[in-house]
């Protein structure tokens, strides 16, 4: 387990990325799927926490999914650590960004009531790729750190799209999300800038959307000791009983060679 930023947070070294329990429309994955009903999604749910997988990730851009996660697991709440966004939904095939103040916090309470909790412990930026001006001229960063202060989340970040984007954001942020692995090393220094201030990394599509090994993906992304956690999600456990081996076997020591 790693630190959350300055959170208090403790994280795994995997989170289990919950958009292909909510969402199989508009995806960049190679093959489609059917979306699980809610009884094999509460057992996929139940399963991941039963692995020690103590981190779940979604977002309102992933469908039904935080409605899902909320009734499958919300009698288990003190038990993982919750990952959601702000910023794009999903609806009727197609996405929409909102940045506004009213936008921003009408979605975050839909998205606390969806996944009944009254804190939510990590909020990340959803952003379309216009990484800079979200962050410079919409009202979104000053909602995140109000909440925060007002102890309705307890971690907020960007989940981004751009390196000056992730670089602006680590004047504020407990955490980045970015894409890294063998085929997209972009962000490597910024991975590096975070370790140095503290800024937990999560990283995205590690197996770029589902074309890389998850082995070798995971076991390449996992070697950079300023990573703090890596998302994949899936609907067979037992594929992800088997990231979670892999993942757990291959986490180097924290930076300084302590492990939390």
Same mark, same amino acid.
């Given at each position: 387990?790693?630190?959350?930023?300055?959170?208090?947070?403790?994280?795994?070294?995997?989170?289990?990325?919950?958009?292909?329990?909510?969402?199989?429309?508009?995806?960049?994955?190679?093959?489609?799927?059917?979306?699980?009903?809610?009884?094999?999604?509460?057992?996929?749910?139940?399963?991941?926490?039963?692995?020690?997988?103590?981190?779940?990730?979604?977002?309102?851009?992933?469908?039904?999914?935080?409605?899902?996660?909320?009734?499958?697991?919300?009698?288990?709440?003190?038990?993982?650590?919750?990952?959601?966004?702000? &910023?794009?939904?999903? #609806? $009727?095939?197609?996405?929409? !960004?909102?940045?506004?103040?009213? +936008? =921003?916090?009408?979605?975050?309470?839909?998205?606390?009531?969806?996944?009944?909790?009254?804190?939510?412990?990590?909020?990340?930026?959803?952003?379309?790729?216009?990484?800079?001006?979200?962050?410079?001229?919409?009202?979104?960063?000053?909602?995140?750190?109000?909440?925060?202060?007002?102890?309705?989340?307890?971690?907020?970040?960007?989940?981004?799209?751009?390196?000056?984007?992730?670089?602006?954001?680590?004047?504020?942020?407990?955490?980045?999300?970015?894409?890294?692995?063998?085929?997209?090393?972009?962000?490597?220094?910024?991975?590096?800038?975070?370790?140095?201030?503290?800024?937990?990394?999560?990283?995205?599509?590690?197996?770029?959307? &589902?074309?890389?090994? #998850? $082995?070798?993906?995971?076991? !390449?992304?996992?070697?950079?000791? +300023? =990573?703090?956690?890596?998302?994949?999600?899936?609907?067979?456990?037992?594929?992800?009983?088997?990231?979670?081996?892999?993942?757990?076997?291959?986490?180097?020591?924290?930076?300084?060679?302590?492990?939390?």
């Amino acid at each position: 387990m790693r630190a959350l930023g300055q959170t208090g947070l403790m994280i795994p070294p995997l989170g289990f990325g919950a958009f292909k329990i909510g969402r199989n429309r508009g995806i960049k994955y190679p093959q489609g799927y059917d979306l699980p009903d809610d009884a094999a999604v509460e057992r996929l749910l139940n399963g991941v926490l039963d692995l020690g997988c103590t981190l779940i990730d979604t977002a309102p851009a992933y469908g039904v999914s935080e409605e899902r996660i909320g009734r499958a697991i919300g009698r288990r709440r003190n038990e993982f650590v919750l990952s959601t966004k702000v &910023g794009e939904t999903f #609806a $009727d095939g197609k996405s929409t !960004f909102d940045f506004t103040r009213s +936008g =921003v916090e009408r979605s975050l309470q839909r998205s606390q009531d969806r996944l009944r909790t009254d804190v939510l412990d990590l909020v990340f930026i959803h952003s379309n790729g216009d990484d800079e001006r979200i962050l410079i001229e919409t009202d979104v960063v000053g909602i995140l750190k109000e909440w925060k202060s007002q102890g309705r989340i307890r971690a907020i970040g960007l989940s981004g799209k751009t390196v000056s984007g992730a670089r602006l954001a680590l004047e504020w942020a407990d955490a980045l999300m970015i894409e890294y692995h063998l085929e997209d090393r972009s962000h490597v220094e910024v991975i590096d800038e975070a370790a140095v201030r503290g800024v937990s990394v999560f990283v995205k599509k590690p197996l770029a959307s &589902g074309k890389l090994p #998850a $082995d070798a993906a995971l076991r !390449f992304v996992l070697s950079n000791p +300023g =990573v703090s956690s890596v998302i994949v999600g899936g609907l067979n456990l037992n594929h992800v009983a088997e990231n979670w081996r892999t993942a757990i076997n291959c986490r180097p020591p924290s930076p300084g060679g302590r492990r939390a």
